[in-house]
């Protein structure tokens, strides 16, 4: 009988402790292993425009080859990304050198949308101010009326609205006379209106922009440009003045029409580079999609909202002719120009625009803020067919765009009813 509740006492014990045990297990964490979730890749804008930019290439390419130009480079940037970079031929015709994302083309006068990129930075930040004198930087300048003299603004210069002849001593710059001789003689210049009232495109006048900010930062064009534009923009490859792209070996060489787009080189030389502001920078295919890439970008910090808006306001009407824009067709309801870029009012659209030409380079930039788009070409054989790419892809762009804006409308209108 005692075995038996010794027995009995062992194994519940036992049962007890075992009991224990479990509870103990139970009571205990379990470990399980985490499997991170693999993060997704940061959203890119572009897709947003596939199919035009698709059938852009394709009409870009056919547009290269029939206008037979020996080398070329086309970029197109969204909403602060490369959407599309095109290289095409070589530098120089009878060689083997390709042009390449960083070979570096005049961009003549597309430079003035260079330069106003600048001096909108320049104002923003209170060193130069676009509503300044001229004769308070350059005291001895002088112009043809002491009343022109004394009004002339420095907005007046960057915008053609100096109230000069058009293209005053354009023949002295080609003929290589150094700007601070030809700035002298600007007082025999005939002034066909008070500064600020009518449009008269210029080159040197334009140029006077360099003479002030050396006279305000005893810095020259160069060194400024490098600072404030080339360095935060992204535009490695970029310089200003004839000596920087003759030592360049990455550069695209001239060429000259002999007829039925049939092209040969030409010598490189130095026309318009005495007007740095106006026709002396240069750069690559990749430098103008990095500048238009902070253009189209709301968020980027290389340039303010309040610099953003100075250099983008129209300030004068340009008459132009209809030959100017005829490869847009009719789409072209006004025509303005700000600090540097010509402003279009294109198919419902503000557009700033440039174009360039100088011995043997075609160069040529647009941007639309509201669509957060823009589209530079660049050419070392100029020929009429390259001047149908810009207005071909906001063609194209657009009526994409105002097909989506139509249907999405559609659709409200549907689920309202």
Not at 95 to 120: C, H, M, Q, W, Y
Not at 390 to 416: C, G, H, M, T, V
């Amino acid at each position: 009988m005692r075995k038996k509740r010794y027995y009995f006492v062992v194994i519940l014990a036992v049962l007890l402790l075992i009991a224990f045990k479990m509870q103990s297990f139970k009571s205990q964490p379990v470990e399980v292993a985490q499997v991170e979730e693999p993060t997704p890749p940061p959203y890119n804008p572009v897709i947003e425009i596939q199919n035009p930019l698709a059938r852009f290439d394709s009409i870009l390419d056919a547009n290269v080859k029939a206008s037979g130009v020996v080398g070329a480079a086309a970029v197109v940037t969204y909403k602060g990304k490369i959407a599309l970079m095109k290289c095409y031929g070589v530098r120089k015709a009878g060689s083997n050198e390709p042009i390449d994302k960083n070979t570096i083309f005049r961009l003549a006068s597309v430079s003035k949308s260079i330069t106003g990129v600048l001096a909108g930075i320049l104002d923003d930040e209170d060193i130069v101010d676009l509503d300044d004198r001229v004769i308070d930087y350059i005291p001895d300048f002088s112009l043809k009326t002491q009343k022109s003299t004394n009004e002339l603004r420095i907005r007046h210069i960057l915008s053609h609205t100096s109230g000069l002849i058009p293209h005053a001593y354009d023949l002295m710059v080609e003929d290589h006379v150094p700007l601070d001789k030809i700035i002298e003689r600007l007082d025999e210049v005939d002034v066909t209106a008070a500064p600020g009232q009518l449009y008269g495109y210029q080159n040197v006048v334009y140029s006077i922009y360099d003479p002030i900010t050396k006279a305000k930062t005893k810095k020259n064009y160069d060194a400024l440009m490098q600072e404030k534009v080339f360095g935060p923009f992204g535009m490695h490859d970029a310089s200003v003045g004839f000596d920087a792209f003759e030592n360049d070996d990455n550069k695209a060489w001239p060429h000259f029409n002999k007829g039925h787009n049939r092209f040969s080189p030409m010598r490189l030389n130095d026309r318009y580079y005495n007007t740095a502001p106006a026709a002396g920078v240069n750069a690559s295919i990749s430098d103008l999609g990095n500048l238009l890439a902070q253009l189209t970008d709301p968020e980027s910090k290389a340039l303010s909202k309040h610099a953003r808006e100075t250099i983008f306001t129209p300030q004068v009407k340009s008459p132009l002719s209809r030959n100017y824009f005829r490869s847009w067709g009719r789409g072209i309801q006004s025509k303005q120009y700000s600090i540097g870029w010509r402003i279009v009012d294109y198919k419902g659209r503000r557009v700033a625009y440039h174009g360039g030409f100088v011995s043997g380079y075609k160069a040529e930039i647009a941007y639309c803020e509201d669509d957060e788009i823009g589209i530079a070409f660049l050419c070392n054989s100029p020929a009429s067919e390259t001047a149908k790419n810009i207005p071909a892809f906001l063609n194209i762009l657009f009526e994409e765009q105002d097909r989506l804006a139509e249907n999405k409308a559609a659709e409200s209108a549907a689920d309202k009813s």
